[in-house]
């Protein structure tokens, strides 16, 4: 069974930063495609970026364009999202998910992790 785990929320100040951790089971970056999800209080879930088999990254939220990078570590097994100048409209619990196509839309994904909650607020 498929398992991905986010860590690294928390509190954060407007304007600061966080990285959040997706580690993933076996060699699950080798078979599926590792998206980013948020979702804000009383708000849907949105898609905020995805990364492809070959490394490749693709920004789905125009909010985050320049303030949010992803990267991987293929030995952990891991996935980074690097968050930068966060405000308090990125406030939401943020989710990766494993697919086998980079998809902004949730329904399109297979496997979930739990979430990790960022909360940006002075």
């Known amino acids: 069974q498929l398992q991905l785990v986010e860590s690294g929320g928390g509190l954060v100040q407007p304007g600061g930063s966080v990285r959040l951790s997706c580690t993933t089971s076996?060699?699950?970056?080798?078979?599926?495609?590792i998206g980013w999800f948020r979702q804000a209080p009383g708000k849907e879930r949105e898609g905020v970026s995805c990364l492809s088999r070959s490394g490749g990254v693709t920004i789905y939220a125009d909010s985050v364009l320049g303030r949010f990078t992803v990267s991987r570590d293929i030995r952990k097994d891991t996935v980074y999202m690097q968050m930068n100048s966060l405000t308090p409209e990125d406030t939401a619990v943020y989710y990766c998910?494993?697919?086998?196509?980079?998809?902004?839309?949730?329904?399109?994904?297979?496997?979930w992790g739990k979430g990790t909650l960022v909360t940006v607020s002075s």
């Open positions: 998910a494993a697919g086998s196509a980079c998809s902004r839309l949730a329904e399109n994904m297979d496997f």
């Open positions: 076996g060699s699950t970056l080798d078979y599926y495609v």
